[in-house]
T-cell receptor, first 111, second 114 residues
Framework: QKEVEQDPGPLSVPEGAIVSLNCTYS??????FMWYRQYSRKGPELLMY????GNKEDGRFTAQVDKSSKYISLFIRDSQPSDSATYLC???????????FGAGTRLFVKA | EAGVTQFPSHSVIEKGQTVTLRCDPI?????LYWYRRVMGKEIKFLLH????????ESGMPNNRFLAERTGGTYSTLKVQPAELEDSGVYFC????????????FGPGTRLTVT
């Protein structure tokens, strides 16, 4: 069993839709949770980071962590074609050093 | 502020040859990481430097891989001799304070071993 499970998609939505991306994990020691966005042929770009459980909002993006269910989510409101990318969840059980990644979900936002 | 840079962007070598990848982290970042993504798989951690010291090299696949970070600045990752299964994208990342603020990734080096 993988430590982090993420549906690879692809996920296709119309412009303006609310997008929900999710990951589950098995290691209860994970404390730091991150979402990265990766465009084709580029490196991952940090979008959001959270520590332990709770919600965090940044503009159109909201990250949620439910440690009791070992489940994290990223919501994108008012999705735009420029949001089309691969979204990677990532997590760590230390000071955020060794990071474990999900497989990434490919998102397509249609104009 | 310049981001993490990696060189080369793409390398094609034959099985048995040696390749050296270079990473220049963001200035002032003491933590430097190497990751790789092989075809169809997740990005996997290889190792972590704090300044010039290897803090965690638990992800290094075998002794054909050697990472160094001279003077705590740039880092190199050497693969010698390269095997077909080493093909993939090698990412370098750096951070100042560890996971609390996430890691900043370079564009990656695409390695193809033929």
């Amino acid at each position: 069993q993988k430590e982090v499970e993420q549906d690879p998609g692809p996920l296709s939505v119309p412009e303006g839709a609310i997008v929900s991306l999710n990951c589950t994990y098995s290691n209860s020691a994970f404390q730091y949770f991150m979402w990265y966005r990766q465009y084709s042929r580029k490196g991952p770009e940090l979008l959001m980071y959270t520590y332990s459980s709770g919600n965090k909002e940044d503009g159109r993006f909201t990250a949620q962590v439910d440690k009791s269910s070992k489940y994290i989510s990223l919501f994108i409101r008012d999705s735009q074609p420029s949001d089309s990318a691969t979204y990677l969840c990532a997590m760590s059980d230390t000071g955020g050093f060794k990071t474990i990644f999900g497989a990434g979900t490919r998102l397509f936002v249609k104009a | 502020e310049a981001g993490v840079t990696q060189f080369p962007s793409h390398s094609v070598i034959e099985k048995g040859q040696t390749v050296t990848l270079r990473c220049d982290p963001i200035s002032g970042h003491d933590n430097l990481y190497w990751y790789r993504r092989v075809m169809g798989k997740e990005i996997k951690f290889l190792l972590h430097f704090v300044k010039e010291s290897k803090q965690d090299e638990s992800g290094m696949p075998n002794n054909r891989f050697l990472a160094e970070r001279t003077g705590g600045t740039y880092s190199t990752l050497k693969v010698q001799p390269a095997e077909l299964e080493d093909s993939g994208v090698y990412f370098c990342a750096s951070s100042q304070s560890g996971g609390l603020r996430g890691q900043y990734f370079g564009p990656g080096t695409r390695l193809t071993v033929t």
